[in-house]
């Protein structure tokens, strides 16, 4: 057994719906309801298909507290961040570690810019104002900045709850050289559609991608599947699901995914905050062919 069981499997991170601006918190409820019946593993709150950086701190911290207290243990919360200041961070961490968040993600600083040893310092001090699970959400396309194994095994040497990452990457040598350096029990999330059964493969722990907001029980399935060592039947729901997985990255995320949700009647509006818009007419078409394709609708 390990201390960190609960990070594995089929996490989704949670959109945010909106109404006439503001965080829409019944239909919040709704879709964290969604996602336990349809079996997935746990719940992301702030982490990019929730639009995070179009929120204040305030409405971070709320829908933290919010998700907790409807999921009532149902499922295991992993609490993001998705801030950019050291004191914004630490203030939210202080207050998921209060609200009884099971595991905490934060995103590696952004547009700074800074040298690894600034990350390793970074994540010390933050990872001292917990004991729950600590994840990194490594995500180099969006914050401009690249871990490297070294920064890791030097935070973990400083940070003993450092559970692993949200690797929103395509670079499998990266993994494999983390999970040789770090060991087995290092949890690595795959957080993009298209390389989530090779990095199962590799020794991968799960995934936290938009798709599950769309597919919950397929997504699901698919680690299931794979984790009982059914390989072709895995391969199979790649397959299966790969129109979907393509199919989320037409548009800034979660823009694609809002539009499916609407369609499908999940959603009363793929509402967005600026700068992010609706999807546009000719993706709108192309997600609804994908929605038949795959046998949503």
């Not at 050289?177 to 991968?204: C, N, Q, V, W, Y």
């Not at 794979?226 to 039947?233: C, E, P, S, T």
């Amino acid at each position: 057994m390990s201390k960190f069981d609960c990070l594995q499997g089929a996490y989704c991170p949670l959109i945010v719906p909106f109404r006439d601006g503001k965080i829409d918190f019944e239909t919040y409820g709704k879709l964290i309801e969604r996602q336990i019946v349809e079996g997935s593993h746990g719940l992301l709150v702030n982490a990019t298909s929730g639009e995070p950086t179009t929120l204040t701190v305030e409405e971070r911290g709320q829908l933290v507290e919010f998700a907790i207290k409807t999921s009532k243990g149902r499922l295991p919360v992993c609490a993001g961040t998705a801030s950019e200041s050291f004191e914004a961070t630490a203030s939210l961490i202080d207050r998921f570690d209060k609200a009884g968040a099971d595991s905490i993600l934060v995103v590696t600083p952004f547009y700074v810019s800074p040298p690894q040893r600034g990350v390793v310092s970074y994540f010390d001090k933050l990872g001292a104002r917990t004991r729950k699970p600590f994840l990194i959400y490594h995500i180099p396309g969006r914050a401009g900045f690249a871990l490297t194994v070294d920064t890791l095994e030097a935070v973990q040497d400083q940070v003993p709850h450092f559970a692993g990452l949200k690797n929103t990457d395509t670079d499998v040598g990266f993994v494999t050289g983390a999970l040789a350096r770090l060991g087995r029990d290092f949890r690595i999330f795959a957080g993009l559609e298209l390389p989530t059964l090779p990095m199962l493969s590799i020794g991968g722990c799960g995934m936290m991608i938009t798709a599950s907001n769309v597919a919950p029980r397929l997504v699901a399935q698919l680690y299931d599947t794979f984790a009982k060592g059914d390989i072709d039947g895995a391969i199979a729901l790649n397959l299966k699901l790969y129109p979907l997985f393509r199919g989320v990255a037409l548009e800034s995320s979660p823009i694609p995914v809002k539009y499916m949700l609407k369609r499908l009647g999940v959603l009363r509006a793929n509402e967005h905050r600026s700068p992010l818009v609706p999807a546009s007419p000719d993706v709108e078409k192309q997600l609804d062919k994908i929605l038949a394709e795959i046998g949503l609708v």
